[in-house]
C-alpha cells in the first residue's frame, strides 16, 4: 500500500479539502461534581470535528448540544459536522433524561488545523492495463458493520488477489468517504474513465442478516450484470435496491460526467438495519460467517471478471461425446444428465455470446461454466477467446 497525503486546502472539484480534526479528550462535569460522560470510554461521545470548548454553561443551554435516541435508549448515536464548525456530545437517551439541572462543566480538548486528508492505494498489476477498482472507507470511528467490515473484506480480497493470475489489474483505495472518493477522482479521472471495466464499493459486508446490491446508475455495466449473476447462485433471495436509494460513494464514482461501472454487493445495507450509525453497531453485529461469506461473493465476482471469454465452437453438428469419455455409451434415461451443462454451452458457443451471457442462458455459475469450457477447448472442440 502507498499512502497518500492531499493537504487542507486543495480544490476537488466543488470541494475543498477541510482542516485535519485532532482530539486528546472530552468530558461533561455534572452540578454535583460527577463525570457524567468520557471521551475515554467511546470515541462516539463527542460530535465528530467539534472545536474546542471549555466553559461552564446551564443545563437548558446545553441541551441543543446533546444528542440521543429516544427510541433506541441504550445506544450511543454517531454524529458528524464536518463542514460546520460546531461542537456536541452523544449519550445514551436513558443517561440524558436523568441529568439533573443546574450548572455544567464541559470541555472538549480538540484543535482544528491546516493538515491532510490520508488515503491508501494498493495497485496490482496484471497482463492487462484495463482495471477493476475497488473502493472501500476509512472514516467512521467503532462502526463495525457500516466501517470496519469493508476494509478488513477488502485487505482479505487484496490478499488473495495478490497470488492469483490475474488477466485485469487491480487498484484498490481505502479513503475516507465522499470527500476521499471526490479528492481521488479529481485528480485521476482521465485514468479513472479510460481503464476502469468494473468496480465495487466495499462497504457494510460484516453481518448474516440480509443480502443487499447496490447498482450502478446506469444498472445494466458490467459491474451490474457480474453482481446479479453471482448473488442469483449464491443469495437468490437478495434485495436490489434503486440507484434512488444511494447512499454511499458510489454516488461519487457514478456521477455523470464520471460514470465509472461501480456497484456494491452488500449483507444488511447501511441505513436499513437499527444498530446503524450507533455504538450498537458493533463486533456482536458482524460475525466470522458474515464476513467470510462476503468475501466469497466478492471472489466469485472477480472470478466472473478475470474468467469471461468468447467461446467457439470448432466442429459442425453434435460432437460424439462417447469417444471422448465424457458420456456414456448406453443412452437410457438420465444418462445425459452429467453433460447436459456440456452439451448446452456447446449449443450457444457460435463465438458471439460471452461466457456469462451463455451462464445466464442455461443457468450454471459462470465460474463453473469456465472451468467445463477449458475441458472442451483441450480436447478441441472450443475456441476460447479470453476478453482484455
Not at 436523568?98 to 493538515?115: A, F, W
Not at 472501500?136 to 469493508?150: D, I, R
Amino acid at each position: 500500500m502507498v499512502v497518500h497525503e492531499v493537504p487542507s486546502g486543495t480544490r476537488c472539484f466543488d470541494w475543498v479539502v477541510p482542516k485535519e480534526w485532532a482530539i486528546r479528550d472530552a468530558y461533561i462535569i455534572a452540578p454535583d461534581g460527577s463525570k457524567v460522560l468520557d471521551f475515554s470510554d467511546s470515541n462516539l461521545h463527542v460530535v465528530n470535528y467539534s472545536v474546542p470548548v471549555d466553559m461552564e454553561i446551564d443545563f437548558d443551554d446545553l441541551q441543543p448540544h446533546l444528542h440521543s435516541l429516544p427510541e433506541q435508549p441504550q445506544a450511543i448515536p454517531y454524529v458528524t459536522s464536518y463542514y460546520k464548525e460546531d461542537w456536541g456530545y452523544c449519550l445514551p437517551h436513558a443517561v440524558r433524561e436523568n441529568l439533573p439541572s443546574g450548572r455544567y462543566r464541559v470541555r472538549i480538548d480538540s484543535d482544528l488545523k491546516d493538515g491532510n486528508l490520508t488515503y491508501g492505494e494498493i495497485f496490482l498489476r496484471g497482463a492487462s492495463d484495463r482495471e477493476v477498482l475497488i473502493s472501500t472507507y476509512v472514516c467512521h470511528p467503532s462502526m463495525a458493520n457500516n466501517e470496519l467490515s469493508g476494509p478488513c473484506v477488502t485487505a482479505q480480497l487484496a490478499q488473495w488477489l495478490r497470488d492469483q493470475d490475474r488477466k485485469y489489474s487491480y487498484r484498490i483505495l481505502f479513503v475516507p468517504e465522499t470527500i476521499g472518493a471526490i479528492c481521488y477522482i479529481s485528480h485521476h479521472l482521465p485514468q479513472l474513465k479510460e481503464k476502469t471495466i468494473a468496480g465495487f464499493v466495499m462497504t457494510c459486508v460484516g453481518d448474516e442478516r440480509a443480502w443487499s446490491f447496490m447498482p450502478s446508475r446506469q444498472g445494466n455495466t458490467l459491474t451490474d450484470r457480474v453482481a446479479r449473476h453471482v448473488l442469483q447462485h449464491i443469495a437468490p433471495d437478495y434485495k436490489e435496491y434503486s440507484y434512488l436509494e444511494r447512499g454511499s460513494d458510489e454516488r461519487q464514482y457514478c456521477s455523470p460526467g464520471v460514470d465509472l461501472p461501480v456497484a456494491s454487493v452488500m449483507r444488511s445495507k447501511y441505513a436499513t438495519y437499527p444498530e446503524y450509525h450507533t455504538s450498537l453497531d458493533n463486533m456482536e453485529l458482524v460475525t466470522p460467517t458474515g464476513l467470510g461469506q462476503a468475501f466469497v461473493a466478492h471472489q466469485k465476482m472477480i472470478e466472473v471478471l478475470e474468467g469471461d471469454c468468447t467461446p467457439t465452437y470448432q466442429i459442425l453438428c453434435e460432437p460424439k461425446m462417447s469417444n471422448r469419455g465424457l458420456r456414456p455409451t448406453i443412452g437410457k434415461v438420465g444418462s445425459a444428465n452429467d453433460s447436459r451443462n456440456m452439451m448446452n454451452l456447446l449449443a450457444y458457443a457460435d463465438g458471439n455470446r460471452p461466457l456469462l451471457e451463455i451462464a445466464e442462458i442455461i443457468g450454471v455459475p459462470a465460474w463453473e461454466l469456465r472451468q467445463i469450457a477449458a475441458a472442451l477447448a483441450d480436447l478441441n472442440l472450443l475456441r476460447v477467446e479470453d476478453h482484455s
